[in-house]
Nanobody, 116 residues
Framework: EVQLVESGGGLMQPGGSLRLSCAAS????????MRWVRQAPGQGLEWVSM????????DYAESVKGRFTISRDNAKNTLYLQMNMLKTEDSAVYYC?????????RGQGTQVTVSS
């Protein structure tokens, strides 16, 4: 059974930093690209960042470029998102996700709230 479990969210002041983690199990993590998406209250899902299976290529939404860094540890089956210079508009539930064949999997999400 594919499982993705996010952690690391919380309440942070604008300008602060958080690091999210996503523990993966139930599939061969090192073979699959991974991504982070987020959903703000009343909004649809927004793609945030992706990383290829080997970690050699990454991409970011313009809204987070230069502030967020995606990474992975294939030995630990874990995906990360380092979030710096947080803004109030970064407040959302953050999910890690992957697509295996025709099926997309997401975790339960972790809440990030940026507020003074």
């Amino acid at each position: 059974e594919v499982q993705l479990v996010e952690s690391g969210g919380g309440l942070m002041q604008p300008g602060g930093s958080l690091r999210l983690s996503c523990a993966a199990s139930g599939f061969t993590f090192r073979l699959y690209d991974m991504r982070w998406v987020r959903q703000a209250p009343g909004q649809g899902l927004e793609w945030v960042s992706m990383i290829t299976n080997g970690g050699g290529n990454t991409d970011y939404a313009e809204s987070v470029k230069g502030r967020f860094t995606i990474s992975r540890d294939n030995a630990k089956n874990t995906l990360y998102l380092q979030m710096n210079m947080l803004k109030t508009e970064d407040s959302a539930v953050y999910y890690c996700a992957t697509t295996l064949g025709r099926t997309t999997y997401r975790g339960q999400g972790t809440q990030v709230t940026v507020s003074s």
